[in-house]
T-cell receptor, first 114, second 112 residues
Framework: DSGVTQTPKHLITATGQRVTLRCSPRSGDLSVYWYQQSLDQGLQFLIQYYNGEERAKGNILERFSAQQFPDLHSELNLSSLELGDSALYFC?????????????FGPGTRLTVT | TQLLEQSPQFLSIQEGENLTVYCNSS?????LQWYRQEPGEGPVLLVTVVTGGEVKKLKRLTFQFGDARKDSSLHITAAQPGDTGLYLCAGAPSNSGYALNFGKGTSLLVTP
């Protein structure tokens, strides 16, 4: 158990809908990262937050957005869903310092868009 | 384009055999991490290598970071069925921040 929690575990929804994925980082971690994992693309970095502020952006679509709240939990919002958005979404956390490379992953949310 | 290339993509071996998987890039990394992932679960961190030429051992697993900090290898001695999983290397290129780039992984199957 990494100490990172994600809810829900599974999500099934229809095209065009909007969903919210939730992540709670390990105790003491300030930085949260979101990743998307699909069979053909592997693990792709989406976005990073550090202590409530966006720090880095990766291959995140404009239909996707995220935020980190004062209690440090984070939410990833996916809207206007398409079939191709079906994937595993992972959240990871670490302390976020200059030499803090290691990230600890949650169990993921499996999103199925039908 | 994939920043980190892993090979082989798939590996099926019998219990007791040795194996090596590779992680290569044309970029220099501040550090590289190796993770293992089981189906439907999140990646689990195995090790971080930071210094060029560094070798780290974790029981039967030996990790090496290339001298130029562009590549890494993972060697498993006397593989066991419990080693089955997807092995991922990941790193943040120097001067690019802390977001990790992942290789596509090596899927290892160890049969009894």
């Amino acid at each position: 158990d990494s100490g990172v929690t994600q809810t829900p575990k599974h999500l099934i929804t229809a095209t065009g809908q909007r969903v919210t994925l939730r992540c709670s980082p390990r105790s003491g971690d300030l930085s949260v990262y979101w990743y998307q994992q699909s069979l053909d693309q592997g693990l792709q970095f989406l976005i990073q937050y550090y202590n409530g502020e966006e720090r880095a952006k990766g291959n995140i679509l404009e239909r996707f957005s995220a935020q980190q709240f004062p209690d440090l939990h984070s939410e990833l919002n996916l809207s206007s869903l398409e079939l191709g958005d079906s994937a595993l979404y992972f959240c990871a956390s670490n302390k976020g310092g200059a030499t803090n490379y290691e990230q600890y992953f949650g169990p993921g949310t499996r999103l199925t868009v039908t | 384009t994939q920043l980190l290339e892993q090979s082989p993509q798939f590996l099926s071996i019998q219990e007791g055999e040795n194996l090596t998987v590779y992680c290569n890039s044309s970029s220099v990394f501040s550090s590289l991490q190796w993770y293992r992932q089981e189906p439907g679960e999140g990646p689990v961190l195995l090790v971080t290598v930071v210094t060029g030429g560094e070798v780290k051992k974790l029981k039967r697993l030996t990790f090496q970071f290339g001298d130029a900090r562009k590549d890494s290898s993972l060697h498993i001695t006397a593989a066991q069925p419990g080693d089955t999983g997807l092995y991922l290397c990941a790193g943040a290129p120097s001067n690019s921040g802390y977001a990790l780039n992942f290789g596509k992984g090596t899927s290892l199957l160890v049969t009894p």
